[in-house]
């Protein structure tokens, strides 16, 4: 039985940080790539960010490069998401997903390409 758990969420000010987790198990966790996504009300789940396998290759969503980082520690089974410079439109669920497809590519920011998801964490930035 998969189970994917995201935590570190909560209310911050504009302009600060925060720094998400994700533990999986129930699966080949480094065989998966991880992704990062989040959904405010009214909104469509949006893309975020995504790790490769071997945390060879990682990918950005415009809105948050240079202020996000993905990271991820297989021998923990746990991926991390470093959110710097938070701003009021950050504001979501935060959700953690794994795809079977190992490596990142052009179809990563789609949420039907993952097996596995989390249940979310909140993040809300005020401002």
């Known amino acids: 039985q998969v189970q994917v758990v995201e935590s570190g969420g909560g209310l911050v000010q504009t302009g600060g940080s925060l720094r998400l987790s994700c533990t999986a198990s129930?699966?080949?966790?480094?065989?998966?790539?991880m992704g990062w996504f989040r959904q405010a009300p009214g909104k469509e789940r949006e893309g975020v960010s995504c790790?490769?396998?071997?945390?060879?290759?990682?990918y950005y969503s415009e809105s948050v490069k240079g202020r996000f980082t993905i990271s991820r520690d297989n021998t923990k089974n746990t991926l991390y998401l470093q959110m710097n410079s938070l701003k009021p439109e950050d504001t979501a669920m935060y959700y953690c997903?794994?795809?079977?497809?190992?490596?990142?590519?052009?179809?990563?920011?789609?949420?039907?390409?993952?097996?596995?998801w989390g249940q979310g964490t909140q993040v809300t930035v005020s401002s």
């Open positions: 997903a794994a795809g079977n497809f190992g490596f990142c590519s052009g179809f990563w920011q789609k949420p039907e390409n993952y097996n596995y």
């Open positions: 129930g699966l080949t966790f480094g065989a998966y790539a």
């Open positions: 790790i490769s396998n071997g945390a060879v290759t990682t």
